[in-house]
């Protein structure tokens, strides 16, 4: 991978297969991510082969997609690294960051901050077990307060390949606005490693990554909310506003058809609703359109809003 790279985040509810074949076929980033997955919810015989399905299932036309796993004990790591390379992904990912409730009570997500020594013993195991598949690790700057200075380092000698940084704190969520000029200091330190980083936060469109990567020196900028609803967030060509109308509910009804594929016996297809403000707005009778994609059940009710305004 040569900088730029342009990463699609990790996003719990939104990056299933289904999705990243979408943003894939509208305009390929560099890198994508699975949403999180519990390495304890997979350690059970009884959840594994049903967490798969929900969280692991792999596009064979997506060739640089990481699996995004969530956890503390080392061993269960290690296990899910195992898994990770079997099931064909390009890598594995650990989250370091998540501000989640559940996810911090269980010494996992951003409470590996506070816990530096369990942190490099999940990344020691997690290397063990991938056999030579890359392993990265997506954290933030600190806890309840800014640590970076003394965290990163401590990341970036551990032996992963991609370091992310999403530029808050975990107790600061996404309220206030990233820190860019953090991943800027924090540059040269994951450089000497021969570490490559990624900064994320608040990125508005590909021209903005492409300013932030230059501006503080990273090799790449990781894109979260920015891809709701502008499922053409990465080309080079265009943008929604740029994508006829009918060619966006063609989209999205296509979408819908392989997130009923592959999940419609076990997740909702609601969780696609998520995409209809940022897909359609901006033109007279725009509201009337959402208000139909989101009364949708079903990928053919999609697809009969879609022939609609063809
Ligand atoms: C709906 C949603 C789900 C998310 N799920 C995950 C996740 O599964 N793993 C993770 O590391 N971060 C997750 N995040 C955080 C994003 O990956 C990203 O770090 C954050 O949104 C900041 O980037 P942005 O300002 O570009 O949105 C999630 C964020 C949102 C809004």
């Known amino acids: 991978m040569q ?21 894939a076929r509208c305009g390929a980033p560099d890198i994508m991510y699975t949403e999180f997955t519990s390495v304890d919810g997979l350690s059970h015989p009884a959840a594994r082969d049903r967490i798969i ?30 898994l990770t390379r079997e099931l064909g992904f390009a890598g594995m990912d650990i989250n370091m960051g998540c501000p989640d409730k559940v996810v911090v009570k269980h010494g996992g997500g951003g409470a590996l901050i506070n ?4 942190a490099l013993d999940v990344i020691a195991a997690s290397i063990e077990g991938a056999g030579g598949m890359p392993v990265s690790v997506k954290t933030r700057l600190g806890f309840d307060r800014d640590v ?12 992963i390949d991609i370091l992310t940084v999403h530029a808050r704190t975990v107790k600061e969520l996404s309220r ?6 953090r991943v800027a200091d924090l540059a040269p330190v994951v450089h000497e490693s021969g570490v490559l980083l990624i900064g994320n936060g608040d990125v508005t469109s590909r021209e903005d990554a492409l300013a932030r990567i230059a501006a503080s020196g990273a090799d790449g900028a990781m894109i979260g909310r920015g891809i709701f609803g502008n499922f053409w967030f990465f080309s080079e060509e265009r943008n929604v506003e740029d994508v006829p109308l009918g060619e966006r509910l063609a989209v999205l009804s296509d979408l819908a058809e392989r997130f009923e594929e592959r999940y419609g016996e ?21 509201s009337e359109i959402r208000e139909q994609l989101m009364a949708c059940s079903s990928a053919a009710e999609f697809r009969a809003v879609a022939s609609a305004h063809a």
Do not use: C, M, N
Request: glycine share 6%; hydrophobic share 40%.
């Open 176 to 181: 206030v606005p990233a820190r860019w000029e």
């Open 115 to 118: 816990d530096p020594e369990r």
């Open 3 to 23: 900088p730029p790279i342009l990463a699609l985040a990790p996003l719990h509810e939104v990056t299933d297969a289904a999705f990243r074949e979408t943003v």
């Open 266 to 286: 076990f997740r909702s297809i609601s969780t696609l609703r998520k995409h209809v403000k940022g897909l359609v707005q901006g033109f007279r009778g725009a």
């Open 148 to 159: 970076a200075d003394s965290w990163v380092p401590k990341l970036a000698s551990s032996g």
């Open 53 to 82: 399905r929900r969280y692991l299932q792999r596009a064979e036309s997506e060739g640089s997609t990481r699996a995004q796993f969530w956890g503390s004990d080392p061993e269960k790591f290690r296990a899910a690294a195992e």
